[in-house]
Structures are given as structure tokens and as C-alpha cells.
């Protein structure tokens, strides 16, 4: 971003918001040069990108669309949205039960897809809807609230689906999980890419954004000067509700059925990490969405590390928790105090310029 | 304000509504009624609580139950479905034990947390016939018997087939690389499939087992990980042994779209799995997997021959296996032998996938 100030403004840079995820999603990275001098190599294989990094990218879209959602949810609300994990599979149970006109297993399209999809959407952002009901309507506590479709989301999925994982063997579906014709980049990126581009788009063209920070930091105050603080809030969760019906549909695609009870399973954990790890406040307040996505890429580029660094699967999530640790204490508001001040008093002693010393 | 408290009150109600459902206490009201009728007519009454219906798997294995213990055989079935939930099995037995039943039937969805209702279950003088996962308790009388599959069988059964099939084709001395897509860690089948395939990598002192990842038993995470064990050991790997047919399914597509080839050409890969579905048969009749081992779901017929013993006043054996077949998708090998005892190997044709079950 500040290409040019690099060389003699490092205090803008080290305080820039979006500094410390990204040192963390450069140290993971960092690592693979060590233990895995290839991560790095992208090559076209098969007619398409091949490389440890590729599948960081694509393996990271569903939780990249998942986790904006989120941030805006944590944004307006101070709370999280724990139901995107099974809104998602009860979107991708719409939407392959649309395809394969309600049989298990199905070798052409029933339906058309545009049908499906925009079916799938309608659901996630109803399932959206009643959470930011509950939430800005009722004044629920978020978590408690979205408790109620993250136990029964998949028992919908479930009925939809009527108890089967619904195949849709068709090359069209495949495309959105896969790739699109001769193109190399898998599909899920662009998927990825746009819901970041359009998300950013919608903030920052009109006041949405603003009004999102400024309910979360003080709603009643919000009120009083004119915003719908209750709409605001209830905006946030219908747009969380169909991204994460757009990841299912995407994560329902890569394995061309639907699994109601493993798509998006603990993806509202993974969520609520990337935002935290993208700085942002979980009380709510300000917020970046870039900051979220970066978090959501450093989650994966972990996961992908550990299978090229040959963890063996049940040492797996003792590795994650360490790294973790480490991200959330680096970012913790406390230690940076205090490194702040050592920093100070470092100064003082030789009088010279700061040093990186996170 | 009255609409909001209409709304709320609307609310309030569809919440209870989810709860009945998911309790499943309607159907045990149904169900008493159903287990009167039947003392009177003089049936056996068997209760049987099931996990749920998550898979092809699972919905045979309760095909399997109520086709054996049906009217016309004499007998009276109370099938409780727990969702997943221990805590609607434990409801379930309770259930079963009030109502009297002659025999209860569970197959537990954890090993651990029995202790309690069993021991009511053993003070009401009702046997207890443990199905598929195993239950930990603190005394073994708990439960009358246990029919299951023996995974660690399973997997010797993989092996020793894999052993012949290399052994014909002329490559028994050569140097074999695998890698094992693990289920869940944890779980019972992946415990005892992971030894098997453990056992004979150390007894052949060709096979090398490059790496063991887990796929969590799904086809997205069986994918995610073949994606990275290929770039990995790239053109190294000539097996990969995945521990169900969902894994299965994921790693091939990853093979595929690597650009290289599943099946016996020179530098293609060997996928062989387990379970047996209908989908995985007809995967081996393309030769996509070349061995896919049976788990049988069909306990019904084992659990009817302990009953009936038990009625003749006589004690089954405390353990007891299911029957299982092996599948394969060439002629080479007609038959193996694992812990001195013959099999036959089955070739896949369309006969044999009509027949399937499940």
C-alpha cells in the first residue's frame, strides 16, 4: 500500500492497522522457505496452476466469503454469527436437492442452475434473516441467538436432503468448485475475489460502512442522531446469511454433492479466528475487512504448511493452537504496550531509531 | 409494541415446535402405544436406538433391523433415531426400559458415557446388544454382547490383497510407496484400518509409508489432503490407501486433476478403500479404486441369532463380527488370507452393484 514511504516512514507502516496480520501471514509463509523450499513454486500442470501456494488461495475462498460476513456481523452487533457452518449446508442442501429434481444421486440437471443458486441464496439470506431478527429486533445476545440455527441448521440440511449426501454428477455444477472452461485459476478464487471486491465497493461507496462502525461502537448514541441502528444490525446478518450461503454453494460444488452433516463444519470457529487475527475487535466497533481476509488466508496457509511439513493428522491441531497462541498474543493489546514501551526506554538508551522488534 | 409481542410469541412457538422434533419425545409416545400392542400379541419387542441416518451406511444398517425384526418374523421393533446425539439415546433407553421391552438394541454414538443407563438397563433384567462402535465401560456384564465389524481385519484383508495383487502383476520386489488418507482420528475404524495397513508395511520391507494424513472420513478434506500429499511426493506415490469411500472419492478427483491417471498403468496410482458403497462399487467397475473392503452394515441377522440364543436360555459370545467380502476391480488375486483365514476376492460386475444395498 505504502510502497514509498517504506524506506524512512517504518513507524506509519508498524502502525498501519493491517501490519501486524500481515507479518503473521508472511511469518507462516516464512517458515515454508525452511522446512519447504517448493511451497513457493507455481507451475501450470494439467492445464492449470499448480503449487503449496495455489491451494492456499483456493482452499482459503470459502472461509475468505465466510469471514467478511462475519466481520460485519462482529462489526455491527459486538457478537458473532456462530450458524454460518450449517447455514451453508443447508444452502448447499437446496441447492443440490434443486439440481437433482429431490433424487440421491443425479447424472443431469433436473432444474436449471441459475434456479438453484438463486434458490439457495433466498434460503441462506431468510436463515440470515431470522438470526438478525433475533439479534436487532429482539435484542438477543448474537451467540445465543445464532445458537438456534447452528443446532438446527443442519437438522433442516439433514430433512432436505432427506438424510442422504445428494450427488449432482454434472460437469456445469462442477465448475464452480473446479474450474471455468481452459481457464487455469480455480473457480472458488474469483468466487473469493469478488465478494471482497464487491463487499469493499458497497461500504465505501455509500455510508454502510460508517454506519456499521458507528452502531457498533455506540448504538443508542447512533439512534439518537438519526440511524436505524435495529436495520443496520439486521443488514449485517442478512448479508452474513447469503455469503455463507454462497460458500456452501461453493464448497458444495468442489465435491459435487451435498454433505449436511461436514459442509462448512467448524468453519464458524475458523471464521471468528480470521476476524480476530485480522485485528479486529470482537466487541465490535471498527472494523477491517481486509484485515478478515488476511486472517482467513494466514488460517490456511497454517493448514496447508502442516500437510507439506508431514504432521502426522492426530499432532495436527496441537501445531495449530501453538501458532494461534502466538498470532493472538503478538496482536494482544497488552503485550503491544508493553513492547511499545521497551521500545521507549530502548530509545532513550541509545538515543537512535526504532528498530522492528515485534 | 403488540406486533412485536405477537412476533415474539409466534417465535416462542416455532422454537418449541424445534425442540419436539428434535427431542423425538412425539414418536415415544407412539411408541409405547405400539410396544402394549404388542404384549399383548405375544412378539418379542426389541428397542433399538439408532445414531441417526448420516450416511448410505447408516441407512442400511436400520434397513437391516427392521427388515429382521419385522411383524411377520415375530418380533416388535421400537426404532428410536438420536440424531447424533448421546444425550436422545440415553432419553431413548430410558424410554425402553419403561415401556418393558424384551430386548434393547444400541448402537452408541461415543464409546464412553454408558456406565449409568446400562446399569438401570442390567437392573431391569433387560439385555443389552451393543451394535457397530464399541461402548467403554467400567463392567463388561453392562452389555450382553457386541456385533460390529473388525476394522483391524479390514485393513490386514487391504493389505493382504495388496501383497498378491503385486505379487502377480510381477512387483513384489519392487519399491512401493503409500499414503494413508486416515479417517477421524479416534475413530474405531480409523484405529483399526491405520494398524492393519501399520502391520504390513513393517512385515514388507518394500513398502514404504510415506505419509499419514487425516480426511476426517469426507470427500473435501480426502481431497484437500491427496492435493497436497501429491505435491508433496509428486511421482513417488504408487498407493494410496484411503480409509473410506468418501476419501476415496475426494483423492481420486485430486489425482485427476494433478493430471495423472488412478488405476494398473505403469505410472498410475492404486486407490483402494473401504465400506463398499454403491458408489464406491461402481468406482471399482470403472477402476478407478482397484480394492474397496466391505464394512457390512447388515447386523440385523447376527443380532437375531444372540437374541435367539438367548431366548433358548444359552450365553452368546461376547464379541461377534460381521461377515465381510473384499472387492476388487481386476482378476489377479482370487483369494488372500488374513489371520489364517481364506477369503474370496470378489470382481465387481454390474450383477454384484445391483445387489447392493446400500
Not at chain 2, 246 to 274: C, H, P, Q, R, Y
Request: glycine residues 8%; hydrophobic residues 45%; contains cysteine.
Amino acid at each position: 500500500m505504502s510502497n514509498e514511504k517504506k524506506s524512512f516512514n517504518w513507524k506509519a507502516i508498524t502502525q498501519h492497522r493491517l501490519f501486524l496480520p500481515i507479518v503473521c501471514l508472511l511469518v507462516v509463509l516464512l517458515v515454508n522457505v525452511i522446512k519447504t523450499p517448493n511451497f513457493f513454486a507455481v507451475s501450470i500442470k494439467n492445464g492449470v496452476l499448480y503449487g503449496y501456494l495455489v491451494d492456499v488461495v483456493n482452499r482459503a475462498s470459502e472461509l475468505v466469503i465466510v469471514a467478511i460476513g462475519m466481520t460485519l456481523v462482529t462489526a455491527a452487533s459486538g457478537g458473532q454469527d456462530i450458524s454460518v457452518g450449517a447455514v451453508m449446508a443447508v444452502a448447499a442442501a437446496v441447492c443440490c436437492q434443486i439440481l437433482s429434481g429431490g433424487q440421491v444421486s443425479t447424472n443431469e440437471l433436473m432444474n436449471s442452475m441459475a434456479l438453484a443458486i438463486i434458490a439457495a441464496i433466498i434460503v441462506a439470506a431468510i436463515c440470515g434473516a431470522f438470526n438478525g431478527f433475533l439479534v436487532a429486533n429482539l435484542g438477543i445476545q448474537p451467540m445465543v441467538a445464532t445458537l438456534i440455527l447452528f443446532t438446527a441448521g443442519r437438522g433442516i440440511a439433514q430433512l432436505i436432503t432427506k438424510g442422504q449426501i445428494t450427488y449432482v454428477r454434472v460437469g456445469s455444477f462442477k465448475v464452480m468448485g473446479g474450474y471455468i472452461g481452459k481457464c487455469p485459476v480455480p473457480t472458488p478464487i474469483f468466487f473469493a475475489i469478488a465478494a471482497i471486491i464487491i463487499v469493499n465497493l458497497v461500504l465505501k461507496k455509500t455510508a454502510l460502512g460508517l454506519y456499521i462502525e458507528s452502531v457498533g461502537i455506540n448504538g443508542s448514541a447512533s439512534r439518537l442522531v438519526g440511524l436505524n441502528s435495529t436495520m443496520i444490525k439486521f443488514l449485517t446478518y442478512v448479508i452474513c446469511g447469503i455469503l455463507s450461503g454462497i460458500a456452501g454453494i461453493v464448497a458444495s460444488s468442489r465435491i459435487y454433492s451435498a454433505d449436511a452433516n461436514n459442509i462448512g463444519l467448524n468453519l464458524e470457529m475458523d471464521a471468528i479466528l480470521a476476524v480476530a487475527l485480522g485485528g479486529n475487535v470482537l466487541s465490535g466497533g471498527k472494523f477491517s475487512i481486509m484485515g478478515s481476509v488476511i486472517g482467513a488466508y494466514t488460517i490456511q496457509a497454517l493448514t496447508t504448511t502442516l500437510y507439506a511439513m508431514n504432521v502426522s493428522a492426530d499432532q495436527l491441531p496441537v501445531y495449530k493452537a501453538v501458532v494461534v497462541i502466538i498470532i493472538v498474543v503478538i496482536q494482544s493489546p497488552v503485550f503491544r504496550r508493553s513492547v511499545d514501551e521497551w521500545k521507549k526506554k530502548r530509545a532513550l538508551k541509545n538515543n537512535k531509531a526504532m528498530e522492528g522488534g515485534h | 409494541m403488540k406486533i412485536k409481542k405477537i412476533l415474539c410469541s409466534v417465535l416462542l412457538a416455532t422454537c418449541m415446535l424445534f425442540s419436539l422434533t428434535a427431542c423425538g419425545s412425539s414418536n415415544g409416545s407412539k411408541d409405547a402405544k405400539k410396544a402394549d400392542d404388542s404384549s399383548k400379541s405375544g412378539n418379542i419387542t426389541v428397542g433399538f436406538s439408532q445414531v441417526g441416518a448420516e450416511s448410505d451406511w447408516r441407512t442400511a444398517n436400520s434397513t437391516s433391523m427392521k427388515e429382521t425384526f419385522s411383524e411377520e418374523n415375530g418380533y416388535t421393533l421400537i426404532f428410536d433415531d438420536a440424531q447424533q446425539k448421546q444425550e436422545n439415546q440415553i432419553k431413548a433407553i430410558r424410554n425402553f426400559i419403561q415401556q418393558e421391552v424384551d430386548y434393547i438394541v444400541l448402537a452408541p454414538v461415543t464409546e464412553t458415557g454408558w456406565d449409568t443407563v446400562l446399569k438401570e438397563a442390567k437392573d431391569a433384567g433387560i439385555p443389552v446388544i451393543i451394535v457397530d462402535r464399541m461402548v467403554k465401560v467400567s463392567d463388561d456384564s453392562l452389555y450382553t454382547a457386541w456385533v460390529g465389524s473388525n476394522f483391524e481385519l479390514e485393513g490386514k484383508k487391504a493389505a493382504a490383497w495388496l501383497k498378491a495383487y503385486l505379487d502377480a502383476t510381477g512387483r513384489g520386489n519392487e519399491k512401493i510407496n503409500i499414503v494413508d488418507i486416515q479417517g477421524t482420528i479416534g475413530a474405531s475404524a480409523q484405529i483399526g484400518r491405520t494398524k492393519g495397513l501399520e502391520a504390513a508395511c513393517k512385515e514388507n520391507k518394500n513398502w514404504t509409508l510415506l505419509a499419514k494424513e487425516t480426511g476426517e472420513f469426507t470427500q473435501a478434506k480426502g481431497q484437500e489432503v491427496m492435493e497436497s500429499l501429491l505435491k508433496k511426493h509428486g511421482d513417488d506415490i504408487d498407493v494410496v490407501y484411503c480409509e473410506n469411500d468418501n476419501e476415496a472419492f475426494g483423492a481420486i478427483d485430486a489425482i485427476t486433476a494433478a493430471g495423472k491417471k488412478v488405476g494398473t498403468g505403469k505410472d498410475d496410482i492404486l486407490v483402494m478403500s473401504f465400506d463398499s458403497t454403491k458408489t464406491g462399487l461402481t468406482d471399482v467397475k470403472d477402476g478407478k479404486i482397484i480394492l474397496d473392503t466391505e464394512c457390512n452394515p447388515l447386523h440385523g441377522p447376527r443380532v437375531e441369532e444372540i437374541i435367539k440364543s438367548l431366548e433358548a436360555g444359552k450365553e452368546p459370545d461376547k464379541k461377534q463380527y460381521v461377515d465381510e467380502e473384499v472387492f476388487a476391480a481386476v482378476k489377479d488375486v482370487a483369494k488372500i488370507s488374513a489371520d489364517g483365514k481364506d477369503y474370496d476376492v470378489t470382481v465387481v460386475t454390474d450383477d454384484v452393484i445391483s445387489k447392493r444395498a446400500y
